[in-house]
């Protein structure tokens, strides 16, 4: 079992740069890829990022890439993703999750952050 606890979400102006932190429970968080996905008000939930148990692989939703970075820190038990250039369109509540299955079906979530982007 894996608790997911995430923080660092705000109001931020168009341009501007947030960092989300997915803190984990339990012992056995490297053994966990990770990801990040969003949902914003009136529609479905949606992948933005995720990272491999050793964070040697990570992978990008095209809306995000060049401007996300998703990272881990395995000794703080801890995923992060930097956001930068945001957009009006990057405001949803954000989730992260875990998985150890090779098909990155998702087990385990966290309650959500939410950013709001101000244009």
């Known amino acids: 079992q894996v608790q997911l606890v995430e923080s660092g979400g705000g109001l931020v102006q168009a341009g501007g740069s947030l960092r989300l932190s997915c803190a984990a429970s339990g012992r056995t968080f490297s053994s966990y890829g990770m990801g990040w996905f969003r949902q914003a008000p009136g529609k479905e939930r949606e992948f933005v990022a995720a990272i491999s148990w050793s964070g040697g692989s990570t992978y990008y939703a095209d809306s995000v890439k060049g401007r996300f970075t998703i990272s881990r820190d395995n000794a703080k038990n801890t995923v992060y993703l930097q956001m930068n250039s945001l957009k009006a369109e990057d405001t949803a509540v954000y989730y992260c999750?875990?998985?150890?299955?090779?098909?990155?079906?998702?087990?385990?979530w966290g309650q959500g952050t939410q950013v709001t982007v101000s244009s």
């Open positions: 999750a875990a998985t150890k299955d090779t098909r990155w079906k998702y087990d385990f």
